[in-house]
Nanobody, 128 residues
Framework: QLQLVESGGGTVQPGGSLRLSCAGS????????IGWFRQAPGKGREGVSC?????????DYADSVKGRFTISRDNAKNTVYLQMNSLKPEDTAVYYC????????????????????WGQGTQVTVSS
């Protein structure tokens, strides 16, 4: 069964760091765009970062996280990471990873309807 499994969430103080992982089960992530999205309480889900298909693996970021978050792939581990530094209280949300509907896409985007598979989410809380 195709699954995406997120891990790495938790509670951290402002200015701290977390690394989220998105692992693929029963399929390889390498040829697919993978996106990270988040949903804060009372708000809609928004795109945070995405990475295009390997080998190009071009990244894109929401303006709110540029310079603080970094997305990367480890194809040997079939995992995509989101390194989050300088975390702020407004980063508090449930974070989801998602796989694009088709492989071999050179540029990623945050159009949620183009993502066919979603993980269950992992909670990130930034609080002092």
């Amino acid at each position: 069964q195709l699954q995406l499994v997120e891990s790495g969430g938790g509670t951290v103080q402002p200015g701290g760091s977390l690394r989220l992982s998105c692992a693929g089960s029963d399929f390889t992530l390498e040829p697919y765009v993978i996106g990270w999205f988040r949903q804060a309480p009372g708000k809609g889900r928004e795109g945070v970062s995405c990475i295009s298909s390997s080998p190009r693996s071009m990244a894109d970021y929401a303006d709110s996280v540029k310079g603080r978050f970094t997305i990367s792939r480890d194809n040997a581990k079939n995992t995509v990471y989101l390194q989050m530094n300088s975390l702020k209280p407004e980063d508090t949300a449930v974070y989801y990873c998602a796989r694009y509907w088709r492989p071999f896409v050179d540029l990623c985007d945050f159009v949620q309807g183009r993502y066919a598979f979603w993980g269950q989410g992992t909670q990130v809380t930034v609080s002092s």
